[in-house]
């Protein structure tokens, strides 16, 4: 096998992976988005989150992680949209921006 078609070969499972990898993490930033509209009484709009940075970040033990942030549209009334925001590190929600208040996460 020549060396262009293992160079294309890896290059196409590292693409898998990081697709998979950010549908894991998408997952987690809905999930947390859901949570913190169910606690604070608020509706989650549109049941979606969308992707606003992707960064190379170190968590707390040294390890190189992404750090993804997800901004997503709730409401407080069911006639107006606001905006939130999730940050994760890997697949750790670290914050939760909805409205004015930040709520801290520990992991999920």
Wanted: aromatic fraction near 6%; proline fraction near 2%.
């Amino acid at each position: 096998m020549p060396a262009f078609e293992i160079a294309g070969l890896v290059v196409l499972v590292i693409a898998g992976w990081f697709w998979l990898d950010g549908l894991k993490a998408r997952d987690a930033a809905v999930a947390a988005a859901r949570r913190a509209c169910l606690t604070d009484g608020l509706q989650l709009l549109d049941d979606t989150v969308s992707i606003t940075s992707l960064k190379p970040a170190r968590d707390n033990d040294g390890r190189l992680l992404l750090q993804r942030v997800y901004t997503f549209e709730y409401s407080d009334t069911g006639d107006n949209r606001r905006r939130g925001g999730v940050t994760l590190l890997g697949h750790d929600v670290m914050l939760i921006n909805v409205g004015m208040r930040l709520v801290g996460e520990q992991g999920d």
